[in-house]
């Protein structure tokens, strides 16, 4: 049985509510390695320790579009995928191997865009110690 989620109602979101946050598992070095292979990012700083030491870096750490897909997972918990209309990120630090990461997101704005009842949100992830790891913004369409 497939469950259909409402659209958020544009006249009952405020600027300042929150979209239901979630936080990840610890990141695992299995996680990398399957991440490597689903999104053919075989960059060897992310699974091969040795690789990583060579670089400077103390151990491998998580592929910065790892933390924007949960971000984008954020999104389509609230809304479907087609009421999208931009996602951005900035990628503000390393997200390390062992870290959970707590993914929010805020309403910012509301307004009208050709014809469109839209929302602007800032979402972020951040880890259990508080630091940003990635914070963008994203424009959905509501009913």
């Known amino acids: ?5 409402p659209t958020p109602v544009f006249d009952e979101v405020q600027v300042g509510d929150s979209l239901p946050s979630f936080e ?9 390695a399957l991440y490597c292979g689903a999104s053919g990012d075989h960059n060897p700083i992310h699974v091969d320790s040795d690789f990583a030491k060579s670089a400077g870096l103390p151990d491998v750490f998580a592929h910065g579009m790892l ?37 929010t997101g805020k309403v910012v704005e ?11 949100l800032e979402v972020s992830t951040t880890s259990q110690g508080g630091q940003v790891k990635l914070a963008g913004e994203a424009v959905v369409v509501l009913v």
């Open 1 to 5: 049985m497939t469950t259909i989620k």
């Open 67 to 103: 933390s924007m897909a949960w971000l984008g997972r954020l999104l389509t918990h609230w809304v479907a995928q087609p009421a999208i209309r931009t996602f951005s990120v900035r990628f503000l630090s390393i997200t390390h191997v062992g870290e959970s990461i707590t993914c």
């Open 24 to 32: 990840t598992p610890p990141i695992s070095r299995l996680a990398l």
């Open 110 to 120: 509301k307004f009208e865009q050709g014809g469109e009842r839209c929302v602007r």
